[in-house]
């Protein structure tokens, strides 16, 4: 029993020596996550948009490029796809 209090004592000793070592760190890093929390409590919330994120695969643009998911497409055929109708038209025109 004694051999276990004393290297109970031996690693408060290591730790005590370690922080106070390291004591401008341990502060620096107190304060960094004390100015974040501030940050967070100050900033007002995001809010949520009224349509939710749609689900499912990306498709490309033919005409502009952008990226839409596949269920707000324009389809043309099997495998073209526009980001709106307005592209579909101009792509026709050209």
Same mark, same amino acid.
């Given at each position: 029993?004694? #051999?276990?209090?004393?290297? %109970?004592?031996?690693?408060?000793?290591?730790? $005590?020596?370690?922080? %106070?070592?390291? @004591?401008?760190?341990?502060?620096?890093? =107190? #304060?960094?996550?004390?100015?974040? !929390?501030?940050?967070? +409590?100050?900033?007002? @919330?995001? !809010?949520?948009?009224? #349509?939710?994120?749609? @689900? $499912?695969?990306?498709?490309?643009?033919?005409?502009? $490029? &952008?990226?839409?998911? #596949?269920?707000?497409?324009?389809? =043309?055929?099997? /495998?073209?796809?526009?980001? /709106? &109708?307005?592209?579909? +038209? &101009? /792509?026709?025109? $050209?």
């Amino acid at each position: 029993m004694r #051999e276990a209090l004393f290297i %109970f004592l031996i690693i408060l000793l290591l730790a $005590g020596f370690t922080l %106070f070592r390291y @004591r401008r760190h341990l502060f620096a890093m =107190l #304060e960094l996550y004390r100015t974040v !929390q501030g940050i967070r +409590e100050r900033r007002p @919330r995001a !809010q949520m948009p009224d #349509e939710p994120a749609a @689900r $499912g695969p990306l498709v490309n643009c033919q005409k502009c $490029g &952008t990226w839409v998911p #596949e269920d707000k497409a324009v389809r =043309l055929g099997r /495998s073209a796809f526009y980001c /709106s &109708t307005k592209c579909l +038209e &101009t /792509s026709k025109v $050209g």
